[in-house]
């Protein structure tokens, strides 16, 4: 029994963990996504949507710093998020966001998902290494 109750409490432990390596995972991309959008009126940031499920149409929002946007995705990736096996989506509907994407605006011109899922990988090597470090 003892050793039921061992396997069953690591087994938390590291959920907990893979939870918030995602969540922190998470957070960094979207950000990042978020940040370097192009930025004339806002409304490229501030369209970018998370949630459970792909975002069906455009916001009129107006987020020139990106704070609103990346402030939903910190709402949305609570603790335990990930434990219930979800998947969370960052949707941009804008006609205009793939122009934007393939570097039609100077201000990004390698585009801003595709460069932050480039730049990624060092990220999520310090963010595992961190989190499998600690109790």
Not at 57 to 69: I, M, Q, S, V, Y
Not at 121 to 133: D, G
């Amino acid at each position: 029994m003892r050793f039921a109750k061992q396997v069953s409490a690591w087994s938390e432990r590291s959920m907990d963990k893979v939870d918030r390596a995602t969540r922190e995972i998470g957070l960094v991309l979207f950000s990042s996504a978020i940040r370097k959008t192009p930025v004339d009126t806002g409304r490229a940031r501030g369209n970018w949507q998370v949630g459970f499920t792909m975002a069906q149409g455009a916001t009129t929002r107006e987020d020139k710093a990106g704070a609103l946007a990346i402030n939903d995705v910190m709402s949305l990736l609570k603790p335990g998020i990930f434990k219930q096996d979800n998947q969370v989506w960052l949707t941009n509907n804008l006609p205009y966001i793939l122009k934007l994407e393939y570097g039609s605006s100077k201000q990004s011109p390698q585009g801003m998902v595709r460069l932050s899922f480039e730049e990624m990988e060092p990220a999520i090597r310090a963010i595992v290494s961190r989190i499998s470090r600690s109790r």
